[in-house]
């Protein structure tokens, strides 16, 4: 018996142990993204504690809704009022008071810090005193107190009344104030419909309001209704048929296309400095997904936008991504089926200028730094605490240190408490926004010991380092998290600090490798010269340093060289084997700024890439122009093609060089400087051919066309014959295995 007691008390502590790791963690991954799109696990900024629907908020128990809904007798009412319907919006105030635009049910729900009724803004006397009351409401708005001229202003409730067309304001204890109705302008387009559905409010009492059938932008007026403009408009793509059509079509029928050239907004919210966000799910899929597969830092197509009082949009995009939500679009679960972009449709400001957009397809929350890097995201479908229901996503807000998530389809709000991973992150940025740079330091050591993949942690760092001067240090963090801009940044002052150091060495050194050129080339000439009247067979030298004559007098070079025979395969030969090299020095020594992630190729495979073009365009290029009466050989095509690529050494090896010590504005120039090598080199052979098969301009750009197909259609061949061989080898291979087992 007490050894039976013994077993079942261990079972028991056994279950006890499994079960401790489950109940502590979160029913989602908490991630973040790397410059290749690959998902980084972290450590939980946020998890769930609590559900609260109606019951938890009390509207269903009977003497708090009698004394909430004292003359309402109606039993099916009754029953539709102790639950809420199809919710839209959510806001906390300064008090901690928590707000809920309750649609099908036309009311406001006001609960307390600890999510219980407070109150209902439902019914209410106009300023006509007639009784009135909200119908559809889907946006509220809170403001806080504010000090003016020495008085007191008490902060306002405004509701997007959206049914009834107008915004309907009360004070904080949910009394009637006033109703803001439809803006009137000339800038509205006859028969407009005003559905406002989302509402902002700034500091001097300026409104902007998202309206669910306006696609103009954000309506900006005053508080008194007073219409002041459009900011912020989205554009939307169209195809190219569209733009065509368009030319063909009246000025009726293109204001209604017009309609579909901009994208109304769905929600929009304001920080305290006066700064709107404003989402959008309505832009097309493709936009989007280009934008993110680009890496797009503009704004055309964000589903997000930050904008100033004047609609500039101003966000900044510094992270690898842009602030866009899902960076896989492909990436599916078993509880995440949900493709492309993310279906943004709200937004909220969090603590230290963070904010967090919220996916409605994939039920997840991504949490942005004001320069736009991902600190984090999170969430996914489902029913346990802390998943949303699928599709039910529907508006997100910030309580202190805990966020809330309304789920429309669910009924309730998840309540989602700040782990202290996610205070770290809080107390170094809120350092580094005061410019504490040591103690900021310390915390993005913190994160980095829990979240070594964290790259904000890495740029944190960086920026700390950068702001106390430490420049060289902080290089290695940047580069740490492929971070070019702020490297740039910090290199740049390294690189003034060496400039004044080696100041008098600078022009010497650029004087001594201009004189030195300038050398070399005059003996190049006079080389060049004295070959051309002297008879005899030419030697290696002459041979190879003809390349410098063929570079700046190619009509005259390639002649000489096909009838004079002053290049030769050998020469050939070597100047493709420096373009090799300067192809691979070029791969291994750009500077970090060119190759961030610091991939480099083998010289084998530089070696095909550069060989295998070359070998194709000879070989058609001969097969092509046998046919159409060309006069030169394979051996002249081949001397003449090597001889071309000389520019690419002479552009490409400087340009090299000048990358490890370029920033990320100046790099545009080192590119400029290699395609200046391509384009002279592709010049060069087309007029190499052009001479050496004794071609007029319009022949050699035709036989140039067809020798670029012949090639494609050689490598064609190729991969056919390839796969067919592997086919048969295989074929082979198998028939020799099943002899083998027969025997």
């Known amino acids: 018996m007490k050894k039976l007691t013994s077993i079942i008390c261990l079972m028991f502590a056994f279950v006890l142990i499994l079960a401790l790791p489950v109940s502590a963690s979160a029913p989602y991954e908490t991630y973040t993204y790397s410059i290749n799109g690959t998902a980084l696990s972290s450590p939980d900024a946020y998890i769930p504690v609590k559900t609260v629907d109606a019951i938890a908020m009390g509207l269903n128990d009977d003497a708090t809704f009698k004394e909430l809904y004292p003359d309402l007798t109606n039993a099916k009412t009754i029953e539709a009022k102790k639950t ?33 009724i407070k109150f ?94 306006t696609y103009q932008g954000i309506i900006v007026m005053t508080d008194t209704g007073e219409f002041t403009g459009f900011i912020g408009a989205q554009k939307a793509t169209v195809g190219l048929w569209d733009l065509i059509w368009r030319r063909f079509q009246t000025e009726a029928q293109r204001a209604k296309t017009d309609k579909v050239l901009s994208t109304e907004f769905n929600n929009i919210t304001i920080n305290d400095g006066g700064f709107i966000y404003v989402t959008t799910s309505s832009i097309e899929e493709a936009s989007v997904a280009s934008a993110i597969n680009s890496k797009s830092k503009s704004g055309e197509y964000a589903p997000v936008k930050m904008l100033n009082a004047a609609g500039e949009e101003i966000m900044r995009r510094n992270g690898f991504y842009p602030p866009s939500g899902e960076v896989d679009m492909a990436k599916a679960k078993v509880t995440d089926t949900a493709l492309g972009p993310s279906k943004i449709v709200d937004v909220a400001i969090g603590p230290e200028q963070t904010w967090s957009i919220i996916d409605q397809k994939r039920s997840k929350v991504f949490t942005y ?165 002297a008879g005899g067979k030419r030697t290696y030298v002459q041979e190879l340093l003809y390349v410098f004559h063929v570079m700046f007098h190619p009509f005259d070079g390639f002649w000489d060289m096909k009838h004079e025979k002053r290049g030769s395969v050998r020469a ?19 500077g970090y700024i060119n190759n961030p992630q610091e991939i480099y190729g083998t010289i084998f495979s530089v070696s095909l890439g550069v060989i295998i073009p070359l070998v194709l365009w000879i070989v058609a290029n001969w097969c092509l122009t046998t046919l159409f009466d060309g006069e030169g050989s394979i051996k002249d095509i081949f001397i003449a093609t090597t001889y071309s690529l000389a520019p690419l050494v002479l552009c490409m090896v400087p340009a090299t060089i000048a990358s490890n010590f370029v920033v990320a504005a100046e790099a545009d120039i080192v590119s400029l400087l290699v395609t200046l090598g391509f384009i002279w080199a592709g010049l060069l052979i087309f007029l190499g051919m052009m001479v050496t098969h004794d071609y007029s301009l319009g022949k050699n750009v035709l036989t140039s066309l067809g020798t670029i197909v012949g090639m494609v259609c050689i490598m064609f061949i190729a991969i056919l014959f390839t796969t067919l061989l592997g086919k048969l080898v295989s074929f082979v291979s198998n028939i020799v295995i099943e002899l083998q087992y027969r025997a």
């Open 84 to 116: 809420l319907a199809n919710p839209a919006d959510l806001e906390v105030d300064d008090q901690m008071n928590v707000y809920i635009a309750d649609t099908d049910n036309n009311r406001i729900l006001v609960l307390d810090r600890y999510y219980k």
């Open 120 to 213: 209902v803004i439902e019914g209410f006397v106009n300023d006509q005193g007639v009784k009135d009351a909200l119908a559809g409401p889907k946006g509220v708005f809170i403001t806080s107190d504010k000090v003016v001229n020495g008085e007191v202003v008490p902060g306002r409730i405004f509701v997007c009344d959206t049914v009834n067309s107008r915004i309907v304001t009360f004070n904080r204890d949910g009394e009637f104030l006033g109703i803001i109705p439809q803006p009137e302008s000339e800038l509205f387009e006859e028969g407009a419909v005003y559905k406002p559905v989302a509402v902002a409010v700034d500091q001097y009492d300026r409104m902007y309001v998202v309206s669910e059938t």
């Open 369 to 533: 730094d004001y320069d736009g890097n991902l600190l984090f995201a999170f969430g996914d479908t489902g029913e346990q605490l802390g998943n949303i229901t699928s599709q039910g996503l529907n508006a997100i807000v910030y309580q202190g240190d805990t966020m809330l998530l309304l789920d429309k389809t669910a009924k309730s709000i998840s309540v989602f408490q700040r782990t202290e991973y996610g205070d770290i992150i809080v107390k170094a940025l809120e350092n580094q926004n005061n410019r504490q740079y040591d103690k900021s330091i310390d915390d993005w050591m913190e994160i980095l010991k829990r979240n070594s993949n964290f790259d904000a942690a890495y740029i944190g760092i960086g920026n700390a380092l950068y702001r106390s001067g430490q420049f060289e240090e902080a290089i290695e963090y940047y580069k740490a998290a492929y971070d070019t801009e702020n490297y740039s940044n910090a290199y740049k002052e390294l690189r003034k600090e060496w400039i004044s150091k080696y100041i008098i060495w600078i022009p010497i050194v650029a004087i001594a490798i201009i004189v030195a050129w300038s050398k070399f080339m005059k003996f190049a000439k006079k080389v060049n010269k004295r070959t051309a009247t």
């Open 572 to 590: 050939g030969a070597t100047i493709l084997v420096i373009a090799l090299a300067a192809f691979y020095y070029q791969n291994i020594g750009s």
